[in-house]
């Protein structure tokens, strides 16, 4: 209890100055009309029970209005990640993992974050906390696999990201499967794992190298220009982070492939 009044009146303290004198004096008028209403007449306790019912629902908007801007350190994170800001990202649950209160979304969030920094060894070093809290839980799961994709462990990849998709990951991670097989050299399986990836729907970096990669297995069409456009500086930003890596050599090599391709048509 004495923690959730603490962070109350932390929360209180944060709001705006009209915001808190507003909320005290609805606290006083509640506080009046409830004694009117305990030893009043039948008459004015009617009334008094109209002004009580009144002011908690004044002080409901109140306090809602206050915490109008209050987000959640998981959720401020999520919003610097999903803008690019990795740093920021990374600021954010690095303090909010000093509190204590590290739990296995944010390990995750904060595993991703040092994988997009190129931080390979930490970012497994943190999913593998996050796994040790929630072991069959596909957002771990996925986080891992994508790690070892990168570093170039890809029949590792394979078996983690296989397990992701046991555990109900959404069907878009078919695409990091397939692309896991194929640097595997497992062509039937990459194709089919591609193959029901493949989406109009997706994003034009994963669609891009869905389509590439089923055109370099002789499984449909080159990717048009169009979409070589929309979707390769993802994939060259990628091989120039992690360059020193297996994945990032053959991802150049890629990079460089759609690149002359697109140039000669």
Known sequence: ??????????????WERSTQVAFILALILLLVSFGVFSTSSETLRQNALIGVVGLIFALQVIFMWGNRTMVTAFTQAQRRYLAGDFAGTRQILEQFHDTGKANMSSLTLLANTYRQLGDLEKSEEIVKKALALRPFDHFPLYSFGRTLLIRGLYTQAVEVIQQAIDADAPTIVYFDLGEALYRAGNMEAAAAALQ????????????LMTVYLL??????????????????AYWAELASRFQNTPYGQTLADDVAYLQAYVEET
């Open 1 to 14: 209890m004495g923690k959730i009044t603490a962070y109350l009146f932390s929360r209180f303290r944060a």
């Open 196 to 207: 029901r990836a493949q989406h109009e729907d997706q994003e034009p970096f994963r669609l």
């Open 215 to 232: 055109y370099r297995m002789q499984l449909g069409d080159a990717p048009p220009g169009q979409l070589v456009n929309a979707g390769i």
